[in-house]
């Protein structure tokens, strides 16, 4: 899923994607299914397996092995399809290169359609029930696709509530107690990180030796905000077994992380409101775990001194 997207090399099996604007070269090979969902969606290549399409302007150019399935606000085929075929279009363009080699079905706004040379062996037939069903795909797949995300989301969120439970649970638990006492030089501490880091990022990029560490630490970075909520859900985690007086234990913990990174997440959805708050629980959470390391160094070397 993206903005614009393009596929331009052989995929093994099934393409589910979603974009604003979808590409698929005349070097890309699909060996399984697509389907798709785009602002603007063009296809040159090879779909050895089953093509369905919504978007609002499409071309059809490459082949198509299996059935298709296309609706677009515009849309024209000039490509060839072996299997059936079910079209449903506002504005419907037939080129001079289409070729159908089994029967079609469709629907456009201009009424009947000349398919003129491009029907091999099979027939084209207007049906004014697929009308109806003009806007019934687009909301099942999103629909399809929001559940998967959730699903995806959901595991892999708890995967790494697990690593982060099972690793660093000592430095949570530790950070914990700084909430109260120094909440505020914490957050400050989580602002040096989230804007210090960038700068020094763009810092060693400019030099050539630094652009392999400057590699590292940008991917280090995203990668920190992207499971900032998650870091945080198990900071507020921790914060409440602490005040309960009494350990909840591994799995306790480790669910009821997820089920606060979730709400969380769902909050984030808010428009502006959504970005302040991911902004609040990444530098607090990151601005405790900075500052107990700190204080963990700064004990150390008093400790180190005194003997």
Do not use: C
């Amino acid at each position: 899923a993206g903005g614009k997207l393009t596929i331009d090399s052989e995929v093994g099996d099934d393409v589910i994607v979603a974009g604003g604007e979808l590409t698929i070269t005349k070097d890309a090979v699909i060996k399984g299914n697509l389907i798709s969902v785009g602002g603007k969606t063009r296809i040159k290549g090879v779909i050895i397996g089953m093509l369905k399409v919504q978007a609002g302007e499409l071309k059809m150019d490459g082949i198509v092995e299996g059935d298709a399935m296309l609706r677009a606000e515009e849309l024209k085929i000039n490509g060839k399809i072996y299997g059936t075929s079910e079209i449903v279009a506002k504005e419907l363009e037939i080129g001079e290169n289409a070729q159908f080699y089994k029967d079609v079905t469709y629907w456009a706004e201009d009424g009947e359609i000349d398919f003129e040379n491009s029907l091999v062996n099979a027939t084209a037939k207007l049906d004014e029930t697929l009308m109806g069903e003009q806007g019934e795909i687009p909301w099942k797949f999103f629909g399809i696709a929001a559940f998967g995300f959730w699903i995806f989301y959901v595991l892999s969120a708890f995967l790494a509530i697990l690593l982060l439970n099972t690793f660093f649970k000592p430095l949570f638990a530790e950070a914990v107690n700084y909430i109260k006492e120094d909440l505020l030089r914490s957050f400050s501490y989580g602002l040096i990180y989230l804007f210090g880091l960038p700068l020094l990022i763009a810092f060693t990029f400019m030099m050539i030796i630094g652009i392999p560490i400057s590699l590292f630490l940008l991917s280090f970075y995203l990668f920190s905000v992207l499971f900032g909520h998650l870091v945080g859900a198990l900071l507020l985690t921790y914060y409440l077994e602490k005040h309960n007086g009494q350990p909840w234990g591994f799995w306790r913990s480790s669910f009821l992380a997820l089920g606060l990174a979730i709400v969380i997440r769902l909050l984030t959805f808010i428009p502006l409101l959504g970005f302040l708050i991911a902004f609040l629980v990444i530098a607090l959470a990151y601005g405790l775990l900075a500052y107990t390391i700190w204080q963990r160094r700064t004990q150390k070397n008093i400790k180190l001194a005194e003997e």
